[in-house]
């Protein structure tokens, strides 16, 4: 394959899929230019390694997969630990703050739902991102995690079964 043709493909792809992975990796780092810092490094990936993609799966679980890994790993790097500190130091200091609860209450009622689902633990959290928002069928998410298909609908009835009542408090609570 040619560089003309690389480039290309690398631009269609990045057109038809930017947008859902920088979603994707959002919903790992929790972070808009963090997500898309991640989805650039994927593409980078992509094109690197765009002759040696066989074509034989689906170009968007090969990216699904690439951005995964890719958010997994920044996870696991010194920055981001460090960053967690910062950010815990600064809400620590901005609860002493009046307007702090004002702040927080605007942010909950904005987005409790996504709260919510980012309160259950990653194999539940990953496998609802995929299915609800992006529109994956269970096959495909066993392909872009490399996990069984049982597993993933396991792990789906197990992450409705954790937020209906989750769900249900809140509206109890009249949030």
């Known amino acids: ?13 990045m057109i038809e899929y930017g947008n859902e992975l920088v979603r994707l990796a959002f919903s790992y780092v929790k972070d808009t230019e963090i997500a898309k810092d991640v ?17 034989d799966a689906q170009i968007k679980t090969w990216l699904y997969r690439i951005t ?17 500190v ?25 987005a409790e739902i ?14 609802v991102y995929l299915y609800y928002y992006d529109s994956l069928k269970t096959e495909e998410i066993a392909e872009v995690l490399d996990i069984p298909v049982n597993t993933v609908k396991t792990r789906l009835r197990r992450a409705k079964q954790r937020l209906e009542p ?10």
């Open 1 to 13: 394959m040619d560089r003309e043709e690389k480039d290309f493909i690398l631009e269609k792809i």
């Open 68 to 84: 995964i890994n890719e958010c997994k790993d920044y996870l696991k790097s010194w920055n981001y630990k460090m960053v967690q």
């Open 39 to 55: 989805v650039q490094n994927t593409f980078i990936k992509c094109y690197k390694n765009l002759d040696s993609f066989r074509f």
């Open 114 to 127: 996504k709260d919510t689902i980012f309160s259950l633990p990653k194999v539940y959290r990953e496998v």
């Open 86 to 110: 910062k950010s815990f130091i600064n809400e620590t200091a901005k609860s002493i703050l009046p307007s702090t609860e004002k702040t927080v209450i605007d942010k909950y009622n904005k």
């Open 166 to 175: 989750m769900i249900k408090e809140e509206e109890l609570n009249g949030r």
